[in-house]
């Protein structure tokens, strides 16, 4: 029986479930939720999902959201033994590590390259610090590494490529950040399924998404 998947593919969390799914051959049945149009906050939704974001996953009546929640489970309950997420607690903890920077590195993105793009007012210097700094950290920890953690592919590596691919996509220059660059462009061309799930072009549609957004706040602006 598939599992279900609620996602959006703009979004970078259902991104690497989705090439966590692939990774691992799991068959994932996509169900896109359009949240420029609200529909993460139908009471459906609402109903599997209170904090209506997506990734949400329905395995047969298990309702799971929070993408790296997701990826653990996933390999937890349906590949046990793979390197994806290793069993051995050290490199176990290395790669959850990783999974919880890569929170902090997402919503540093966010407040230093979209805030603009939303708000047409330029992101406060603290912030834009704040992000630099984490992808100084993330390039020297990669340094000449193939992978953030030991000598495979992980969860780790799906998740922070997910959040961090919007850069090139957006035309951030990542020229300052050479193991980095060089990582994204090995995992991009390595792994079979990449192009599938990011290939698209995310600026144009992450521009006419966040237009649709700006239009509804200004209506409900005006409604007011
Ligand atoms: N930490 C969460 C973040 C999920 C998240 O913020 N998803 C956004 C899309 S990228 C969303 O669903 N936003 C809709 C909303 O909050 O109403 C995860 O990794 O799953």
Not at 9 to 24: F, I, Y
Not at 55 to 69: N, Q, V
Not at 136 to 159: F, H, M, Q, R, W
């Amino acid at each position: 029986m598939p599992i279900d998947i609620y996602s959006m593919r703009l979004s970078p969390p259902c991104r690497a479930v989705l090439m966590a799914g692939r990774e691992l051959n799991i068959d994932l049945n996509v169900k896109t939720l359009d949240l420029s149009e609200g529909e993460q906050l139908t009471p459906e939704f609402l109903k599997l999902n209170p904090a209506h974001t997506v990734p949400t996953i329905d395995d047969d009546g298990f309702i799971l959201w929070e993408s790296r929640a997701i990826m653990q489970y996933l390999c937890n309950q349906y590949a046990p033994d793979s390197t994806l997420y290793p069993r051995e607690p050290r490199a176990r903890a290395l790669v959850d590590r990783w999974l919880n920077f890569d929170m902090g590195l997402l919503q540093s993105q966010r407040e230093a390259l979209f805030t603009k793009l939303f708000s047409g007012v330029d992101p406060p210097e603290d912030k834009v610090n704040a992000f630099k700094n984490n992808l100084k950290l993330l390039d020297a920890l990669i340094g000449d590494n193939k992978y953030l953690v030991g000598n495979n592919l992980t969860i780790a590596d799906l998740s922070v490529l997910s959040t961090t691919i919007v850069l090139e996509k957006m035309d951030f220059d990542v020229k300052d950040y050479p193991n980095f660059k060089r990582w994204t462009a090995t995992l991009s061309q390595q792994l079979p399924y990449f192009q599938d799930i990011n290939g698209f072009d995310m600026k144009a549609e992450a521009m006419v998404y966040i237009e649709k957004i700006k239009a509804k706040r200004a209506a409900q602006q005006n409604a007011n």
